[in-house]
């Protein structure tokens, strides 16, 4: 099994392009502004939501995302959401709370999670998930789990993917009468004399993979910025600056413009980017595709939940394989080096149970 990977990031979210989503592109205005009170720069779910939450707060709002199609790494997303004390696990008797999340989180972080970020993670799951479903986001009541989590606590949108959470968002943003303008890329963060962020330097009209076009535009941000541009797997210089063993011989599940420009500009103007060195493996994709696919769907869940991980040299199981990430990454790692693959194998009842949290796939 090759291994794929997605960074995670404390202070900022995953983004990433998914071609062929008409659905998630409106026509904004052609003109940008040259001032709004909140822009927010990336379109993946927590720039979707922060852009509507601003909103319904009477600030003047725009979206700026680079790429030609909105709704970032989000749109690659299996459209999953861990939320301990849901109504959900309430409705099916699951006993859970977000203390004993931010518990399976500390453990698994092994204890460089920051308290605050946790805190604000466990506690607000469940009335953001309540938050979600007002905002037309559809979950399927068939709980799953994760591995290192204590409890059945994951929930998936009815379409099994990110789409179930972009579309009504971006159809909310258009009812507000937010835009979100697709090909805009920040090329700069813009500071006053003070030292606050009071805007961007962007190129409107720009072309993914050609630097010098579009044409170079101002926005003022009376209130502030806000930093949703995602992950950066897909820049193998910088990821290879952080951690010398992701070269390009390894796979991202990242967009291809999941670069770090912006990671270097929040850099250079003073932003404190922490554990972005702490990268995130994915253990359970396949090598037959290309990204997040519904191998990896099958291997966490069906082969996760209900079946074995085998090392082929072996025949026999080489880890816990409702293990954390890190622990599964670690043992396929060691596999990988004696010349071994991996796979995943279920029986009849993880075949069930996959279909219901993925519908569609088999």
Known sequence: MKLFRRNMLQVMVTGALCAGVPSLIWAAPQTIAPEYDVIVIGSGFAGLAAAISAAENGAKVAVLEK????????????????????????????EDS??????????IGLGLGDPEHIKVVTELAAPTFEWTKKQGVVWRTDLTGKGGHSARRCLITKEGTGQGILVPFMARLKELGVPVFTGVKVISLDK???GRVIG?????????????????????AK??????????????AYRTLLDPKLTANLKTTNQPGATAELM???????????QADWIQFLPNTSPDEEGMGMGSHFASVGGSLYGLWLNTNTGKRFTDEFGDRKTATDAIFKVLDAKGRT???????GVESFKKVRPGAM
């Open 192 to 194: 006053n004399k003070d």
């Open 223 to 236: 209130d502030g910025v806000i930093l949703a541009f995602g992950g950066f797997s897909a820049d193998i």
């Open 343 to 349: 796979i995943s194998v279920t029986d009849a009842e």
């Open 264 to 274: 270097r500009e929040a850099s250079r103007i003073g932003a404190n980017i922490i």
């Open 67 to 94: 790429m030609q199609v909105a709704g970032g790494n989000s749109s690659r997303s299996g459209g999953m959401m861990a939320i301990p004390g849901s109504s959900v696990q309430k409705e099916q008797g699951i």
């Open 98 to 107: 977000p203390a004993k999340l931010a518990a399976d989180m500390k453990r």
């Open 200 to 220: 961007v330097t962007a190129r409107e009209g720009y072309k993914f993979g050609k630097e010098d076009s579009g044409k170079t535009v101002e926005i003022k």
